[in-house]
């Protein structure tokens, strides 16, 4: 394993600590009385507490020393002074093992008492504190100037994702992106309980890979021996329930599709998928924006959101635009009636990329896709399409050729899909077959399975049904103003990691890393370079290394040069 010269000295602190006989990772309980956030609504000047947290920041002046301890509810200030913390003559506990051996981002149990400033901050002064976890690796924290100017910031976002556990510790407001979504299961599961809805499990590991057109992740059962395919959807589960006597039935299911990534898609996603009997789309339009409407109250304490550049609103009634109506008005072309051959030689005009595999679901998915979603800002449903986009759905009604099924639309994209399920199983049979048809044309996206058993339970009959599906992560980005799916996910699909490479480093380049990570801000220049004692020649060649790696930076700050650790 190759260490950085600051993991080498951190865990050269650690065997310190073990030769004092402290345990940097101790075992045992640490009893907490109290968080950041209680003792700053409760302050009580003069009361004893005991906290833990994060050593994020530190200010050493002698025997004092201000600095910043960081818990799961925000930061407080904490005030080291030597003599409360040592109150014999052994002063070790200060001068060695806070001063020299604790480092910013080590993970300590502090007991204390309330106080505040001269200047009225509250502050907790320290009168005993325990190392419960040494940090072996430095925090990628941003430094501030004494104008307050932020930088080398914890923002490229690919490290952020590899490393969301440090960015969470770092970048306290990417916290309430993720509060913010548990709010929103939680309000949804609300909405649906008080309903009388009940929250149901179905399997991950499928047979046949169903409920969606989309191309599945396959593995294989040993002990079986056959193939399985990760869930696409849990739809045809879902609906076996309703075919077995519930009446409402809903799930929060991770969904698997071996498809591209991009901003809005991840290969992992979280979905909930209602199902309630004796209902249609109609009702689950009215049912879906009083839905969304909560939703968006109980995360964000309002009916508005703000994404870039829109203000949303999830107020209830949105509107209601048929699919053949929207195609209409931005291309000026009319699908009804039209021919799978019309359908293509139309898309291929306007300047959509089509090919002999798209059937005329796909076709008009296209034209769709490319000529009207983007027009849609506010929540609209988009309704009624086409039955050769809709394997899952009931005819409509009274148009011939379409599909009682909506989609809600929000700047330009999908975040619900809904259905009047169908549950004729012989029109079933006949969708499959022609899903199968096109699959064996080439549409990798077309369901290529009959599903016999889902058939089977059809046959025994399934009520007159209406299900709704909602992207969980889509809506969420929505609700916090993020245009990124890795931003709402704890821990999005990666590529590989690259390896850094190995730079190996001599006597010369190791004192001046010794210097700098000594001080917790950065150093003049020439302060460093009086301290290394090195020759102009070596001082030159060792800076160059260490910079040209990346170890450390130099910058020019009202005509200063100021060295600092990357």
């Known amino acids: 394993m190759s260490l950085s010269e600051q993991e080498i000295i951190r865990r050269e602190k650690l065997q310190k600590l073990t030769d004092l006989g402290i345990d940097a990772f101790p075992a045992a309980e640490y009893k907490i009385t109290d968080s950041t956030k209680s003792i700053k609504q409760d302050f009580e000047e003069g009361k004893k507490v005991v ?32 003599d409360e913390i040592c109150t014999g003559e052994d002063k070790t506990l200060y001068n060695e093992v806070y001063k020299h051996l604790l480092d910013i981002g080590d993970i300590i149990g502090i007991e204390g008492e309330l106080f505040k400033t001269q200047v009225g901050e509250m502050t907790v002064m320290v009168k005993n504190f325990t190392l419960l976890t040494k940090s072996l690796r430095p925090l990628p924290l941003p430094k501030v100037d004494a104008e307050g100017n932020v930088y080398d910031g914890f923002t490229d976002a690919e490290l952020r994702y590899r490393q969301r556990y440090a960015d969470l510790v770092v970048n306290p407001h990417v916290k309430e992106i993720f509060v913010k979504r548990t709010k929103l299961f939680n309000a949804m599961r609300t909405f649906f309980n008080d309903a009388g809805y009940f929250e149901v499990e179905t399997p991950i590991l499928q047979a046949i890979p169903g409920g969606a057109a989309a191309r599945p992740f396959i593995t294989h059962h040993n002990a079986l021996d056959i193939p399985l395919y990760m869930r696409i959807a849990n739809e045809l ?37 209602i199902y309630v009997a004796y209902k249609d789309y109609n009702w689950m339009m009215d049912f879906t924006e009083k839905l969304l409407e909560f939703c968006a109250t109980s995360v964000n304490g309002s009916a508005e959101s703000t994404f870039g550049e829109h203000t949303i609103s999830w107020k209830a009634p949105y509107p209601r635009v048929s699919m053949t109506e929207a195609i209409l008005k931005y291309t000026g072309f009319d699908i009804t009636g039209k021919s799978e051959q019309e359908l293509f030689d139309f898309a291929k005009s306007i300047g959509i990329e089509v090919d002999e595999t798209m059937g005329k679901g796909k076709l008009i998915d296209e034209i769709f896709g490319e000529k009207c979603e983007g027009n849609f800002i506010q929540p609209t449903f988009i309704t009624d399409y086409p ?24 700047c330009g994209k999908e975040i619900a899909n ?11 049979r006949q969708r499959f077959e022609h899903q199968l048809l096109l699959s064996e044309k080439g549409d990798d996206e077309a369901t290529g399975f009959i599903d016999e058993d889902f058939l089977r339970a059809l046959e025994y009959g399934m009520p007159p049904t209406s299900g709704l599906g909602i992207g969980m992560d889509r809506l969420i980005m929505f609700l916090t103003n993020n245009p990124s799916i890795q931003e709402v996910l704890f821990f999005p699909q990666m590529r590989p990691e690259k390896k850094a490479p190995t730079v190996e480093l001599g006597e010369d380049e190791k004192v001046i890393l010794e210097i700098l990570n000594s001080q917790e801000e950065a150093m003049e220049l020439n302060e460093v370079k009086t301290r290394s004692q090195l020759s102009g020649k070596k001082w030159d060649k060792a800076s160059k290394t260490l910079t040209k790696n990346n170890l450390v930076k130099v910058e020019k700050i009202d005509e200063v040069l100021w060295v600092k650790l990357v």
Request: net charge neutral.
């Open 51 to 82: 906290i833990a947290g994060r050593l994020m920041s530190r200010r050493i002046q002698g025997k004092a020393s201000f600095a910043e301890l960081q818990d799961s509810e925000g930061r407080i200030q904490v005030y080291f002074n030597r």
């Open 237 to 273: 589960y879902l609906k076996r329930l309703i075919v077995g006597g519930f009446d409402g039935v809903y799930e929060f299911s991770k969904n698997f599709r071996n498809e591209g990534m991009d901003r809005t898609h991840n290969p992992e996603f979280t979905a909930m998928e």
């Open 387 to 410: 039955v050769e986009m809709s394997p899952l759905t009931k005819k409509h009604r009274t148009q011939e050729g379409l599909t009682e099924r909506f989609e809600l639309m929000v």
């Open 418 to 428: 809904a259905y009047s399920e169908l549950n004729d199983p012989i029109d079933q």
